[in-house]
């Protein structure tokens, strides 16, 4: 028997990781200099949670699924024309701030209004996705906060499988401490899965899926709500890039023998 | 004034702190002397009497959570407990490791507490006031911040701070009861992703990683995935060391399966993946690109073995590279490494 699922995914969009990235001051705090023009991409934990929440979709008819995902609109615009290309969905955009640096708190209360307010989502069917952490803030919290928010107990950080059974209970296989996965079987919806990489690859570019998720992309980014988020006494003494860059000594003239025999002691050294 | 609460929870024993809350311990008790401010533990463990024990020199007030629901690390039982700690402190700011057991609840309890939470503390400073450093973007850029608002929770990543060992004895607990709602999730287990030895050690000394080089065609013409995985778990064997690996390596393998059977997503190091703690790391048949080495961070003293001399890794990454071949570099370490052993 299939279950209907109702799964929002929160995703952010984040810097290009092969960018260069140089953080400076702005008049709302610190940001990342050009950070308007930097190639962005969709968050990557994120982007596992979103497959994931696809093919758990598409296994079980009737479901739906909601990306939610706070940006610049016109930045949203331009990962949307990617991402929109991988699987079906339907994008809830929230016109903000791009970046690290804003507090999560407030991140999560905008997005947390959001999804309580969505038309059609049934609370009782609802798996909340996202990534476990950013690559901006990386911090773990934003989904945990939403969960919170939305009175959800059930809460799974570092997910790499959902095994969902016939009466919607799920085992679930989070990331602990020594590479190892706590195994825990929560009853059913509502819960929170907070994504790590996950089991599935970067789905094909579908361009039908593509055209018809933009049939309601590009109205829902024209409608997009403006998300004002408070700092929460949150305040940066400091924002750097690191200071070492190692002196590397190249060694191209050694024989396996000799490198070995550097790299032994080095090994038994303190 | 402050008033400091450290959270700690057991191992899977049940009766013994990890060392990382331990850590935590010795933050708690640095902020709170730095701060004058008074200090409480608080403890979660199946059995907190026998896991406060290593606790008494500490001088802090201990608060104990316990019992079997609490030998599991769940959300629901772990919030509800945290929760009920936090409140018998009334503490402004909350110390707490960055275990995956509180990396899971500190968020929601710092949001059931009207208060605030900022993870992955790598350091805490301030003379009258608390500055915390933590890095953003992945590892890319290091900042230090404040919050006005309380309480604040900070989760300290493990790692940054000395293990708390105080003269074990018998300690003074106030054993605090707590409301648990209804449990809807059941912790069955841990299973490891790979059949074999376990090659994550987060307490190795050494990091080892593994490249996508090492299953690519050689100057032979041919690809050398077998000695490969034999040469690789070979150092392995050698030195405890840690396994780690690019993600083009864990990738080549398509949904799950790698190459290399023994390597795992749970393997990689980089902006995708993990970035762990070592005194050294060693890295091989890997091009040292951006995405990884920022999973580099903390690793200390850092070398590579690679054939291309133009390698990220050249270019200020590394102490030191060996612009070589890593099959008869790694075959000749091995053998000079099993032959100190005996
Ligand atoms: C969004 C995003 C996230 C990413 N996240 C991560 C991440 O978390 N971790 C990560 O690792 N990458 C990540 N990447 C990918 C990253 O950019 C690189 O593509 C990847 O790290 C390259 O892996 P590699 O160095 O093993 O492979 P390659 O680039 O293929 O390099 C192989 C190296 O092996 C050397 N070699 C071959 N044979 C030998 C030999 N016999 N002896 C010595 N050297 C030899 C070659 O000279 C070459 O330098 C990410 C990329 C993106 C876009």
């Keep these: 028997m299939a279950n209907v699922l109702h799964i929002v995914v929160c995703a952010g969009i984040v810097p290009d990781p092969l960018q260069t990235l140089e953080p400076i001051t702005t008049p709302t705090g610190p940001g990342l200099k050009n950070e308007m023009v930097l190639p962005a991409v969709l968050d990557p934990w994120a982007a596992s949670a979103l497959y994931e929440a696809a093919a758990l979709a598409s296994k079980n008819p009737g479901s739906k699924l909601w990306l939610v995902s706070l940006g610049p609109k016109a930045k949203l615009q331009q990962v949307m024309m990617t991402v929109a290309q991988k699987v079906a969905f339907e994008l809830v955009p929230l016109d903000g701030p791009i970046g690290g640096f804003p507090d999560a708190h407030s991140t999560a209360a905008v997005l947390a209004e959001t999804i309580a307010a969505l038309p059609g989502l049934d609370r009782e069917k609802l798996l909340l996705f996202g990534g476990w952490e950013s690559a901006t803030r990386g911090a773990g919290v934003t989904l945990q906060l939403v969960g919170e928010r939305l009175g959800i107990t059930d809460q799974f950080q570092g997910v790499d499988q959902i095994d969902l059974r016939d009466d919607g209970s799920f085992e679930v296989l989070e990331r602990v401490e020594g590479g190892k996965h706590q195994v825990s079987i929560c009853a059913g919806a509502p819960a929170v899965l907070g994504w790590a990489t996950g089991n599935l690859a970067e789905p094909r570019n579908n361009p039908q899926v593509g055209m018809a998720n933009m049939r309601t992309i590009m109205p829902a980014l024209a409608k997009a709500k403006v998300a004002k988020l408070e700092a929460n006494g949150l305040s940066y003494s400091s924002v750097s890039l690191p200071k070492q860059q190692r002196t590397t000594r190249v060694v191209k003239d050694m024989t396996p023998d000799q490198i070995a025999a550097e790299l032994v002691e080095w090994i038994g050294a303190e | ?342």
């Design chain 2, 1 to 342: 004034m402050e008033s400091i609460l450290v959270l700690t929870h057991a191992d899977e024993s049940g009766s013994a702190l990890t060392k990382a809350s331990l850590e935590a311990v010795t933050a708690g008790i640095d902020l709170a002397s730095r701060l004058s401010a008074p200090l409480t533990i608080g403890i979660i463990a199946a059995d907190a009497a026998t896991a406060a024990s290593s606790l008494p020199s500490s001088g802090a007030r201990l608060l104990a959570i316990s019992g079997e629901a609490f030998a599991q690390a769940r959300y629901a039982s772990d919030a509800a407990a945290a929760e009920a700690l936090c409140r018998a402190a009334s503490a402004t700011i909350v110390l707490a490791p960055g275990t995956s057991r509180f990396a899971r609840i500190a968020a929601g309890v710092a949001h059931r507490l009207g208060g605030f939470v900022d993870t992955h503390i790598t350091a805490l400073s301030g003379t009258d006031n608390i500055e915390a450093s933590r890095w953003f973007y992945r590892q890319r850029i290091e900042a230090v911040l404040s919050r006005g608002a309380r309480p604040w929770f900070l989760l300290l990543d493990a790692g940054t701070h000395a293990t708390y060992a105080g003269e074990p004895g018998p300690a003074q607990i106030e054993n605090i009861s707590v409301e648990l709602p209804a449990l809807r999730t059941t912790v069955s287990g841990f299973r490891a992703p790979t059949q074999g030895a376990q090659t994550i050690r987060p307490d190795a000394k050494i990091l080892f990683v593994a490249g996508a080089g090492w299953t690519k065609k050689q100057p032979d013409g041919q690809a050398h995935v077998a000695e490969a995985g034999e040469l690789i778990l070979g150092f392995l064997h050698a030195t405890s060391a840690s396994l780690g690996s690019s993600k083009s390596l864990v990738d080549q393998g398509g949904e799950g399966n790698s190459v290399l059977p023994f390597l795992t997503h749970l393997n990689q190091i980089g902006q995708t993946g993990a970035t762990p703690r070592h005194a050294k790391g060693l890295s091989t048949c890997c091009h040292g690109e951006e995405p990884h080495v920022v999973g580099w961070r903390f690793i200390g003293s850092r070398r590579a073995i690679s054939l291309d001399p133009n390698c990220g890794w050249t270019r200020g990454k590394a102490d030191v590279v060996y612009v070589a071949d890593a099959f008869p570099v790694m075959a000749k370490l091995n053998a000079l490494l099993e032959a100190a052993k005996t």
